[in-house]
């Protein structure tokens, strides 16, 4: 009873239109009256303990570096970088696109900032040379929630601190995972693309390609950096966050120049208002998650899978399904801070790795960003490359066919992500 008092509350109040950062805060003020423990304190001390924690810092300095690189010129750079790589190939705007995308997924960790900066630069560029306009929307849409994936993912971050495991450990898996979303986007374009009429770029001369990746290396070595230093033990994430943004404003503005003094007012507003929406919900998330631990609700839960608890790959793979059809309603983050209170107890109940759980519940809510009928990620395609929302979701099917396999072959088989995992970290 008290598993539908808590999915009544949340969903009721979310059909009526109430924000899901109020939507959280309402279901454990009903569960407080549904427990008989109603106090104004524990809203209040939950939420504050929620957002009092050195490892969010990361999130604001993340989401500013990527602010800082996109009106800097720094992702201007790293797709010009990757034209000058594989823009001469058949196709090869397309693989632009996904080569772009990990980088730009490697410095950022936000998958709306890396579509849109990737769908303003490339989709005029793509519509010139006479490729599908849908279908490289869909394509740029799919490359964007590679972000959420590879480190430093901000999503990452918000997992790590909701389940108490190391974001270190979350960031050194994620790597190969979103390698292989990405060489899976490239096997779709591949087949999509080869029956179209299409005019490839130049190929750029050995002088040229030099000259591009020579104004590339400040762009490029911002990665190398951050997860450098978070691999040799040099950084923590959090500090790590703050290295990436001091790094994009010294190159922005003293190398490239783009970056003028008048444009950091805008850039840091923009910045804090990503940041007050995101650290809002995880403050309310935890009055939630706390309440959800009070009323054993995850021990509930269990109790309806219990039979799953022996069958680790079973279990992921309903999991999985239960997160994917969440993730079609609900925002990457609401979704994780509303399922995993819920599911990590049975997680780990069940011995499933929780770093190896956490890349996959990422992976999964991330899909999520580009599944109709909510899909931010491919509104932001059509808002700014100025493509009609139903022709983008039409456009992406391929490339979330591709990525919804690449998550099918990690559930079942998990040393694809443990392995280099225990390797890196």
């Known amino acids: 009873m008290t ?24 279901c454990g003020v009903v569960l407080m009256w549904y427990m008989d423990m109603f106090n104004t304190q524990i809203i209040a001390q939950n939420m504050i303990a929620g957002a009092d924690t050195f490892t969010l810092l990361a999130i604001p300095f993340f989401i500013l570096a990527g602010e800082l690189m996109n009106t800097g010129g720094l992702s201007r750079r790293i797709i010009d970088f990757a034209i000058a790589c594989v823009g001469h ?24 900032a890396d579509t849109a900066a990737l769908a303003s630069i490339l989709i005029p560029m793509m519509a010139k040379a006479g490729y599908d306009i849908p279908r490289s929307g869909g394509l740029i849409a799919a490359g964007g929630i590679i972000a959420p994936v590879v480190p430093p993912s901000m999503a990452f971050i918000v997992f790590g601190v909701a389940a108490n495991v190391s974001i270190t450990q979350l960031f050194m898996a994620g790597i190969v995972p979103g390698l292989l979303m990405g060489l899976s986007l490239c096997i779709a374009w591949a087949i999509t693309v080869r029956k179209d009429k299409v005019m490839p770029l130049p190929k750029p001369s050995n002088a040229e390609r030099l000259r591009i990746t020579g104004r590339a290396l400040w762009a490029l070595g911002m990665p190398v950096i951050i997860l450098g230093g978070i691999k040799a033990g040099i950084m923590t994430p959090t500090e790590a966050a703050v290295v990436a943004a001091a790094y994009a404003l010294f190159v922005g503005m003293v190398i490239y120049r783009e970056l003028k003094p008048s444009d950091l007012r805008h850039v840091l507003l923009r910045a804090a208002k990503t940041t007050s929406i995101i650290m809002f919900l995880v403050a309310s ?8 631990t009070a009323a054993n609700i995850p021990a509930e839960v269990a109790g309806y899978i219990e039979p799953l ?3 680790p790959r079973l279990l992921m793979f309903a999991i999985m399904v239960l997160v994917l059809i969440v993730g079609t309603a609900l925002d990457l983050t609401p979704t994780i801070l509303i399922l995993t209170p819920v599911l990590m107890p049975i997680i780990k109940q069940a011995g499933i790795d929780p770093a190896y759980f956490g890349v996959l519940f990422i992976m999964n809510n991330a899909i999520g960003l580009i599944t109709p009928p909510v899909g931010v990620v491919l509104n932001v395609v059509s808002g700014v490359g100025r493509i009609p929302l139903g022709k983008v979701t039409v456009g992406v099917w391929p490339f979330l066919v591709a990525e919804t396999l690449v998550l099918l072959l990690l559930v079942l088989f998990p040393d694809i992500v443990l392995v280099p995992m225990r390797f890196l970290h």
């Open 285 to 292: 998330a935890l009055v939630s998650a706390w309440l959800i």
């Open 3 to 26: 598993l539908l008092v808590f999915i009544g509350s949340l969903l009721g109040a979310m059909a009526i239109g109430v924000p899901v950062a109020f939507s959280l805060m309402f």
């Open 309 to 311: 608890i022996d069958r």
């Open 89 to 112: 190939i058949r196709g090869g705007l397309g693989f632009v696109t996904v080569l772009a995308a990990i980088i730009m997924a490697s410095v950022s960790g936000s998958a709306a």
